[in-house]
């Protein structure tokens, strides 16, 4: 048993995979509404629990308030149980630490649930400390609104600020939710993530397919639409080898598809991916990442492989 890991904390390290809910409601960058609606969003739902997935991770801020209402719906049209996580936003008017509890108890309202399983600061940068906000964190889990305390994006002075503020409340923190993928590695190499596994916080990965670029259906010629297509542009033409040696490798493991093995690596690397799905064949798609395990030497090659893309 690791001791670093808190009892409080320890049912995370043990969800190996998750369920990420921005598509559901999210027009901006996800066009929500044009080539996908509520009932792909529960079929995507649906299909993950069938799956044997039981951790869905949202934020007040998703499609403004409809992932998390949509998630709601899908709660009470199941009995099984379903681990939720979803996240505050430190909007510059938010002034006080009452306006956390104030959040949460909305978070709530919208989930239609009596706590969450794990809430997370969305992001570090606010006007209230984040001393501040970790206090208004212990009272939420004093009060019974939420199980564990997490945090987003955070780097490691912010990180190490939140676990010292909270462990004076003793209270651990859970977990960080970072940017992770094949293509976006900056947590390996700037120490994040082995300071997290030192401090048995759970890295919960996110974007791990690279918002779908790991899944080889975007090329040049077919970008990803809207936003994504302009951010990925250059990046589109380098991600060729990589996604060869995917394609080999799943094979190698009776089909696999790039997409199971961009997640399966995540995996391997210690971390919990939670991957976007749009509707019922992405989500299905996605949870045959697990059940099985890429070798150390897939993993290295892997690696290699995405060190020659990304300096
Ligand atoms: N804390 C934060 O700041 C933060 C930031 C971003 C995300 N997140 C969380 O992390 C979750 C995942 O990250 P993400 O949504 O940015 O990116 P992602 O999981 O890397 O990519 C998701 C997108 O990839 C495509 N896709 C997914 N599964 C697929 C499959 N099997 N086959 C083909 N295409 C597939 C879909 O888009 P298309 O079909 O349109 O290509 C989907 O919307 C989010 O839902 C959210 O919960 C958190």
Not at 42 to 53: H, K, Q
Not at 202 to 222: D, F
Request: proline fraction near 4%.
């Amino acid at each position: 048993m690791d001791e670093t890991i808190s009892s409080e904390t320890r049912f995370l390290h043990a969800v190996e995979f998750g369920l990420g809910a921005w598509q559901w409601g999210d027009r901006l960058i996800w066009q929500y509404g044009q080539s996908y609606d509520e009932d792909d969003c529960r079929a995507a739902f649906e299909g993950s629990l069938a799956a044997g997935i039981r951790f869905v991770d949202t934020a007040e801020v998703y499609g403004s308030g409809r992932s998390e209402r949509l998630l709601g719906q899908f709660l009470k049209e199941t009995d099984q149980p379903v681990l939720v996580a979803t996240k505050y936003f430190p909007f510059p008017w938010r002034l006080t630490k009452k306006s956390l509890i104030k959040a949460l108890k909305g978070s709530l309202e919208r989930i239609g649930v009596e706590a969450v399983d794990l809430y997370q600061i969305h992001q570090p940068y606010s006007l209230l400390s984040i001393e501040s906000l970790m206090e208004a964190m212990a009272e939420a889990v004093e009060e019974g609104l939420t199980r564990t305390v997490g945090v987003s994006n955070f780097n490691q002075t912010q990180m190490l600020r939140a676990y010292s503020a909270l462990a004076r409340k003793n209270v651990p923190l859970a977990s960080n939710q970072l940017t992770y993928s094949l293509l976006n590695r900056g947590i390996e190499k700037d120490g994040l993530m082995a300071r997290c596994k030192e401090l048995g916080i759970r890295v919960i990965a996110y974007s791990p397919i690279e918002k779908g670029l790991l899944t080889g259906k975007y090329y040049v010629e077919n970008p990803p639409p809207g936003i994504r297509g302009r951010r990925y542009a250059d990046l589109l033409p380098k991600i060729v080898p990589l996604l060869k040696l995917m394609t080999e490798i799943g094979q190698e493991h009776g089909g696999k598809s790039k997409t199971q093995v961009a997640l399966n690596w995540c995996i391997c690397k210690g971390t919990l991916p939670i991957p976007g799905a749009k509707n019922a064949a992405q989500a299905e798609e996605n949870a045959g990442a697990l059940g099985w395990h890429l070798t150390e030497e897939e993993v290295e090659k892997l690696d290699r492989a995405s060190a020659a893309i990304v300096k």
